[in-house]
């Protein structure tokens, strides 16, 4: 398995220039086609008066076809130089149906983590969770604040015994083959009993595909989950942490499980996900 069809997903967002770099770099590494997926956030408007917000709205339209264009206009510099094969699609915030269905035919989609401080990545509240949980396909997030490593040496995987931290570790193998070291955390707070895969058959699983590889079992802690995991990334200066994505279904909208949305908000180092 190798990645060769990426997607990135990018935005008006002070991040979206570093996520652009990161993709194209990640692309050349891996020979990859890369596709640049671009999500203009459409304002929401509270005035009921249409002498109101039509000049408004006339406004934001020539503003954002211009940051668009610009962002193209970048884009296909940056990728030629790069000597990859790569195209360019515009979507509308409401399209993310469509955004999503395009995203589907990569074998990995980069987005960033939504940075509160920061209006155009804001404004979409719920984008990065129902990509997350309808794409299908495994997302790279990239966090907002510090430094993004430019190659994955040292990668901790979460592990529970369940079908989303199964689907993780094998969608994350492109990355995990290219590391140089690789530690398997088992935590349990919401194990598929019914599913487990013992720790011994892991390690024999990525064995298999020259994975080096420690399992380190952990029965009961005493902090959150997401805070242990990312206080474990931190004591062993891991690059990057594979985990299942987690959702349960409310009022017939999907929700991400706790642990999942708290690594979404604290993040401190790129994670990918699978749900």
Not at 57 to 86: C, H, P, V
Not at 131 to 136: A, D, E, P, R, S
Request: proline share 4%; aromatic share 8%; charged share 25%.
């Amino acid at each position: 398995m190798c990645y060769k069809n990426m997607t990135v997903c990018l935005d008006n967002s002070a991040e979206s220039s570093q996520r652009l770099d990161f993709s194209l770099a990640l692309a050349v590494r891996h020979g990859a086609h890369l596709t640049a997926l671009y999500l203009t956030y459409v304002p929401f408007i509270m005035s009921d008066s249409y002498t109101v917000w039509a000049p408004m709205m006339l406004e934001w339209e020539d503003s954002a076809k211009t940051q668009q264009e610009r962002a193209r206009e970048s884009f296909y510099a940056t990728a030629s130089k790069a000597g990859i094969n790569f195209e360019w699609a515009g979507y509308r915030s409401f399209e993310l149906q469509k955004f999503i269905a395009h995203a589907r035919v990569s074998d990995l989609t980069i987005i960033g983590q939504r940075n509160p401080a920061d209006v155009e990545s804001d404004r979409d509240n719920d984008y990065p969770e129902r990509l997350i949980l309808k794409l299908g396909r495994p997302v790279l997030i990239l966090p907002y604040a510090g430094e993004i490593p430019k190659t994955f040496d040292n990668i901790i995987v979460a592990w529970d015994g369940g079908r989303e931290a199964t689907r993780a570790m094998a969608d994350a193998l492109p990355f995990l083959r290219l590391a140089q070291q690789v530690k398997v955390l088992t935590i349990y707070e919401s194990a598929d009993h019914e599913n487990d895969l013992p720790d011994i058959d892991i390690a024999g699983y990525l064995a298999k595909h020259d994975v080096k590889v420690e399992i380190e079992r952990n029965q009961s802690i005493h902090i959150a989950p997401a805070d242990w995991l990312l206080s474990r990334a931190q004591e062993i200066h891991a690059d990057l942490l594979v985990m299942g994505a987690y959702g349960h279904n409310r009022l017939t909208e999907l929700v991400l499980g706790s642990v999942t949305q708290a690594i979404m908000r604290q993040m401190t180092l790129p994670v990918l996900m699978s749900h």
